[in-house]
């Protein structure tokens, strides 16, 4: 499971980097919770946010279930559709 605001960018380049790809993919909207809303939490969450690795709205973020797979030449990678899905907000 990958959270828009957990740097979701660097998580599939180390997936690419490593040979593998994202194979299927599963996205829900979330609206911050108890732990997300905490101070120190939302603070990490928008230092993250003004480099560019975290995505999120004033009340919801995206969780994603993400299957990844090592490479294989006839297999199609949805990382880049992945990770437009995960920056939209």
Do not use: H
Request: charged letters at 20%; a positive charge.
């Amino acid at each position: 499971m990958i959270s828009a605001y957990s740097n979701p960018i660097e998580t599939v380049e180390y997936e690419i980097a490593q040979s593998y790809q994202t194979i299927d993919l599963m996205v829900t909207l979330l609206k911050f919770g108890y732990y997300s809303c905490e101070p120190k939490v939302k603070q990490a969450i928008e230092e993250l946010w003004k480099n560019r690795k975290a995505f999120y709205s004033q009340n919801t973020y995206f969780l994603a279930g993400v299957l990844f797979r090592q490479k294989k030449v006839s297999s199609v990678d949805l990382s880049t559709e992945f990770l437009k899905v995960m920056t939209a907000l």
